[in-house]
């Protein structure tokens, strides 16, 4: 059974950058064909994909998102990160990581909620 656990600050000032890991279990992040990504909520709207790494280390990003987005991974740790640089009240919002195998959805973290305040 493949896990996913998002981890984080709960809370970030305003222009900082925003640093979530994803940690997984149960399958590697290496693991050929898988996709991993990052999406977020904001209250009261809908889902917004924000971008993933592939098994290979390969990025995409969202256009609206990608001047401030970042993917990093560490395969020892089987992890990977997002950055979100100088971030505003807008992007206060509940993150999830996620799995995908042909652009399928298939785990997901339970989410961790963000909210950038001063």
């Known amino acids: 059974q493949v896990q996913l656990q998002e981890s984080g600050p709960g809370l970030v000032k305003p222009s900082q950058t925003l640093s979530l890991t994803c940690t997984v279990s149960?399958?590697?992040?290496?693991?050929?064909?898988?996709?991993w990504n990052w999406i977020r909520q904001p209250p009261g709207k809908g889902l917004e994909w924000m971008g993933f790494?592939?098994?290979?280390?390969?990025?995409y990003y969202s256009p609206s998102l990608k001047s401030r987005t970042s993917i990093s991974r560490d395969t020892s740790k089987n992890q990977f990160t997002l950055q979100l640089s100088s971030v505003t009240p807008e992007d206060t919002a509940v993150y999830y990581c996620?799995?995908?195998?042909?652009?399928?959805?298939?785990?997901w973290g339970q989410g961790t909620q963000v909210t950038v305040s001063s």
């Open positions: 149960g399958g590697s992040i290496t693991t050929n064909g898988y996709y």
């Open positions: 790494m592939t098994y290979s280390g390969s990025t």
């Open positions: 996620a799995r995908t195998l042909s652009w399928a959805y298939d785990y």
